[in-house]
């Protein structure tokens, strides 16, 4: 939770307080260490009661065992522990609406523990998120006066409320996208509330220095059972609560406490760099090939890394390294007074992991192509030849051959396009395929079939054909196509097959047992 500046003057790491003597900030990181550590033991085992467990899948996680959901109730406990002990001897250092900010956080715990255990609609989610979020910035009074970026000031005024509101509900969310690796987010929130504690060591904010060492410290008592192989996760509950304090604690930077104009933009964007960059590439990736941007897939940050051969443990350590060389930055541009060193930061490790092939390479080149088709004017567009697009989102896996297949039959039927999408999520297959004869198609001209692509009752793929020769008999398009598609549900099946057999050795193995 956020507190006032109690005094402007510092000595070392220590903050005055009134004729209480001086309260060590190391105190207060080491209250939230050791009540996270003490915490969470009791916490797993009511977890486990509850219900509050992720459980084993024999595709994703196999030979895992029952693991509990609690990381950010414990958090939450040690929080709490170092507060009772630190604020008896802060007098006058909590004001009446901070009250508001605590009941805020209340409710993106309680919205965390019961998704966790019941699971909620997305919808439902978000609108406790929303009003979560309302409760911390208006009565919390949490609001974005103004921002600064490149040395340009922007005073919002009511638009403040509704910037604040979006960062913390997109903090909970791409959070907790990135919360699919033991020790990752973790890693990521560390990295951010050490920058944090820097820069309110730096501005003179007492407030942020005293929040940022609970955070920091709540994090690393609970890292401690979170390191592979994790003993607790975060849950719901743990994610979002991390995300709501590391936006918050960003804003706390600029607010109007902080003898600063305004909020710069590179402090929030800094400390949420991986979550944002994960979120957006989530959002192109899914938008650009036409599926649901709520649709589940393994391309997140982690799901490439581990795709790439790190293990958990290493890429725990590059989300730290990476954040840690952004905080850097941070500091630096608060100590020069320009943001631009940050935003350089920034470009090159958004750079680095596109340029090596880690991660979001994919989604820069739909981008890429998508601006260059914006770029043409309209009639050029049209008149060009046909336009092809095959994209590997994820994986390895051999699918040129059979999109080129598709292809062959949309050309020789003179079908005007066709997109192809296979998602295995369970194999980490991902593939998209879209191509265009360049004639436009006029929707009340047009017609549309899906041919969906399943086996063992699953689908795992879809084709998409769009034509406006109305004279087509679909059961013509259908049966040219079915070798096609009966070539690819093999491919899919065997993959499928292949990969629930590695699991069932896995498992059978970890449990000390001999596969049938």
Same mark, same amino acid.
């Given at each position: 939770?956020?507190?006032?500046?109690?005094?402007?003057?510092?000595?070392?790491?220590f903050?005055?307080?009134?004729?209480?003597?001086?309260?060590?900030?190391?105190?207060?990181f080491?209250?939230?260490?050791?009540?996270?550590?003490l915490?969470?033991?009791?916490?797993?085992?009511?977890g486990?009661?509850?219900?509050?467990?992720?459980?084993?899948?024999?595709?994703?996680?196999?030979?895992?065992?029952?693991?509990?959901?609690?990381?950010?109730?414990?958090?939450?406990?040690?929080?709490?522990?170092?507060?009772?002990?630190?604020?008896?001897?802060?007098?006058?250092?909590l004001?009446?609406?901070?009250a508001?900010?605590?009941?805020?956080?209340?409710?993106?715990?309680?919205?965390?523990? /019961?998704?966790?255990?019941?699971?909620?609609?997305?919808?439902?989610?978000?609108?406790g998120?929303?009003?979560?979020?309302? /409760? %911390?910035?208006?009565?919390?009074?949490?609001?974005?006066?103004?921002?600064? %970026?490149?040395? %340009?000031?922007?005073?919002?005024?009511?638009?403040?409320?509704?910037?604040?509101?979006?960062?913390?509900?997109?903090?909970?969310?791409?959070?907790?996208?990135?919360?699919?690796?033991?020790?990752?987010?973790?890693?990521?929130?560390?990295?951010?509330?050490?920058?944090?504690?820097?820069?309110g060591?730096? *501005?003179?904010?007492?407030?942020?220095?005293v929040?940022?060492?609970l955070?920091?410290?709540?994090?690393?008592?609970? /890292? @401690?059972?979170? &390191?592979?192989?994790?003993?607790? @996760?975060?849950?719901?509950c *743990?994610?979002?609560?991390?995300?709501?304090?590391?936006?918050?604690?960003?804003?706390?930077?600029?607010?109007?406490?902080?003898?600063?104009?305004?909020?710069?933009?590179?402090?929030p964007?800094?400390?949420l760099?991986?979550? %944002?960059?994960?979120?957006?590439?989530?959002?192109?990736?899914?938008?650009?090939?036409? &599926?649901?941007? @709520?649709?589940?897939?393994?391309?997140? /940050?982690?799901?490439?890394?581990a795709?790439?051969?790190?293990?958990?443990?290493?890429?725990?350590?590059?989300?730290?390294?990476?954040?840690?060389?952004?905080?850097?930055?941070?500091?630096?541009?608060?100590?020069?007074?320009?943001?631009?060193?940050?935003?350089?930061?920034?470009?090159?490790?958004?750079?680095?992991?596109?340029?090596?092939?880690?991660?979001?390479?994919a989604?820069?080149?739909?981008?890429?192509?998508?601006?260059?088709?914006?770029?043409?004017?309209?009639?050029?567009?049209?008149?060009?030849?046909?336009?092809?697009?095959?994209?590997?989102?994820?994986?390895?896996?051999?699918?040129?051959?059979?999109?080129?297949?598709?292809?062959?039959?949309?050309?020789?039927?003179?079908?005007?396009?066709?997109?192809?999408?296979?998602?295995?999520?369970?194999?980490?297959?991902?593939?998209?395929?879209?191509?265009?004869?360049?004639?436009?198609l006029?929707?009340?001209?047009?017609?549309?079939?899906?041919?969906?692509?399943?086996?063992?009752?699953?689908?795992?793929?879809?084709?998409?054909?769009?034509s406006?020769?109305?004279?087509?008999?679909?059961?013509?398009?259908?049966s040219?196509?079915?070798?096609?598609?009966?070539?690819?549900?093999?491919?899919?099946?065997?993959?499928?097959?292949?990969?629930?057999?590695?699991?069932?050795?896995?498992?059978?193995?970890?449990?000390?047992?001999?596969?049938?």
């Amino acid at each position: 939770m956020l507190v006032t500046p109690v005094n402007d003057s510092w000595i070392g790491l220590f903050v005055p307080v009134h004729d209480s003597g001086l309260i060590p900030i190391v105190g207060i990181f080491a209250c939230a260490t050791v009540g996270t550590l003490l915490a969470m033991p009791a916490a797993m085992m009511a977890g486990m009661r509850m219900g509050l467990v992720d459980q084993p899948d024999v595709r994703r996680k196999p030979g895992q065992l029952p693991i509990p959901r609690v990381g950010g109730l414990a958090m939450v406990a040690g929080a709490a522990m170092a507060g009772l002990l630190a604020l008896p001897r802060m007098p006058g250092i909590l004001a009446p609406h901070h009250a508001w900010i605590g009941l805020g956080l209340l409710l993106v715990v309680a919205l965390g523990v /019961l998704d966790d255990r019941f699971g909620m609609r997305g919808r439902h989610k978000l609108l406790g998120q929303i009003v979560s979020s309302m /409760l %911390i910035v208006l009565p919390g009074q949490q609001s974005i006066h103004a921002i600064t %970026i490149f040395g %340009i000031h922007w005073e919002l005024g009511g638009w403040g409320a509704f910037l604040a509101v979006f960062l913390l509900v997109g903090a909970m969310n791409s959070a907790n996208l990135l919360d699919g690796m033991d020790g990752f987010l973790g890693s990521v929130g560390l990295a951010s509330g050490a920058t944090l504690l820097a820069l309110g060591l730096i *501005g003179d904010l007492s407030g942020v220095v005293v929040a940022s060492s609970l955070f920091v410290g709540c994090l690393l008592g609970f /890292l @401690y059972f979170n &390191r592979p192989p994790a003993r607790v @996760y975060l849950g719901d509950c *743990g994610s979002m609560l991390v995300g709501a304090s590391i936006a918050m604690l960003a804003m706390a930077c600029g607010h109007p406490g902080a003898h600063s104009s305004g909020l710069p933009l590179a402090v929030p964007a800094g400390v949420l760099f991986l979550p %944002i960059i994960d979120t957006l590439a989530a959002v192109v990736r899914r938008r650009l090939t036409g &599926r649901s941007i @709520y649709s589940a897939d393994r391309s997140h /940050l982690h799901h490439c890394l581990a795709l790439a051969g790190f293990k958990p443990a290493r890429a725990a350590c590059l989300a730290f390294l990476v954040g840690a060389a952004v905080g850097s930055m941070l500091v630096v541009s608060r100590l020069t007074g320009s943001d631009m060193p940050a935003w350089i930061a920034m470009s090159l490790a958004g750079g680095t992991l596109v340029g090596t092939g880690l991660f979001g390479r994919a989604e820069a080149r739909l981008v890429a192509r998508r601006l260059r088709e914006l770029a043409l004017p309209h009639q050029v567009r049209m008149s060009q030849p046909d336009a092809d697009l095959a994209l590997h989102l994820q994986g390895k896996g051999h699918w040129d051959e059979a999109w080129l297949q598709f292809v062959g039959l949309a050309r020789k039927m003179g079908i005007g396009a066709i997109t192809l999408d296979i998602d295995m999520p369970w194999v980490s297959e991902s593939f998209h395929g879209r191509w265009e004869d360049g004639v436009e198609l006029e929707p009340g001209l047009a017609w549309k079939l899906d041919l969906p692509v399943s086996a063992t009752g699953r689908v795992f793929g879809r084709v998409c054909l769009r034509s406006f020769k109305l004279d087509q008999p679909v059961d013509k398009v259908v049966s040219e196509f079915q070798p096609a598609l009966e070539s690819l549900r093999q491919k899919v099946l065997a993959l499928d097959l292949a990969a629930a057999a590695v699991n069932h050795d896995f498992s059978a193995h970890s449990a000390g047992g001999v596969a049938p």
